[in-house]
T-cell receptor, first 113, second 118 residues
Framework: KAGVTQTPRYLIKTRGQQVTLSCSPI?????VSWYQQTPGQGLQFLFE???????NKGNFPGRFSGRQFSNSRSEMNVSTLELGDSALYLC????????????FGPGTRLTVT | GENVEQHPSTLSVQEGDSAVIKCTYS??????FPWYKQELGKRPQLIID?????GEKKDQRIAVTLNKTAKHFSLHITETQPEDSAVYFC?????????????????FGTGTSLTVIP
């Protein structure tokens, strides 16, 4: 089975711009979660989608949003980028019906200048 | 919400020695505890997990123990090798209701940087 994939792998954006990141889960997985990873804060949960519905949301401002499509692929959008948004953004997929094994993608490295 | 604390933040061991990383959690409703290994520049990889109805699980050189009463769980790596050098993350997770939806919520520790010295 192919693993979780994320595109793009690297992005450089300017403050004030917006960005869209994409995540394709493992085939058959219906849950996609997004995390922000920074050296100081570790892995911070952004949100979880299951069957096109956001089931859970972390403590991030409304500039961070996401969606999930009928094929379980998910996108994450960050509007009005700030310097502090520079981070590695990871998505993880799982079957989703119960808490269980979650597999990460390679991440998108976002740099905001 | 849940609070996961992980110790130590850095750990150096000689090749062949054992390494132990400990995590505590606060929410007794957490029922699934995975451990991830993240090598530099790579994605976190699931290496072992344990559910709350099990006290110990072993996979070759890696084992995880869970003490539900004390709300702590530990990762044990025996006969360490240089390729075990990485950052290790613990997590505690559960089903969590937000509004009308119930989702899977993972709370991660801050990571332990393990260095195995040849």
């Amino acid at each position: 089975k192919a693993g979780v994939t994320q595109t793009p792998r690297y992005l450089i954006k300017t403050r004030g711009q917006q960005v869209t990141l994409s995540c394709s889960p493992i085939s058959g997985h219906r849950s996609v979660s997004w995390y922000q990873q920074t050296p100081g804060q570790g892995l911070q949960f952004l949100f979880e989608y299951f069957s096109e519905t956001q089931r859970n949301k972390g403590n991030f401002p409304g500039r961070f949003s996401g969606r999930q499509f009928s094929n379980s692929r998910s996108e994450m959008n960050v509007s009005t980028l700030e310097l502090g948004d520079s981070a590695l953004y990871l998505c993880a997929s799982s079957l989703g019906q119960v808490v269980g094994e979650q597999y990460f993608g390679p991440g998108t490295r976002l740099t905001v200048t | 919400g849940e609070n996961v604390e992980q110790h130590p933040s850095t750990l150096s061991v000689q090749e062949g020695d054992s390494a132990v990383i400990k995590c505590t959690y606060s929410d007794s409703a957490s029922n699934y505890f995975p451990w991830y290994k993240q090598e530099l520049g790579k994605r976190p990889q699931l290496i072992i997990d344990i559910r709350s109805n099990v006290g110990e699980k072993k996979d070759q050189r890696i084992a995880v123990t869970l003490n539900k009463t004390a709300k702590h769980f530990s990762l044990h790596i025996t006969e360490t090798q240089p390729e075990d050098s990485a950052v290790y993350f613990c997590a505690a997770s559960k089903r969590e209701q937000r509004g009308s939806n119930t989702g899977n919520q993972f709370y991660f520790g801050t990571g332990t940087s393990l260095t195995v010295i040849p």
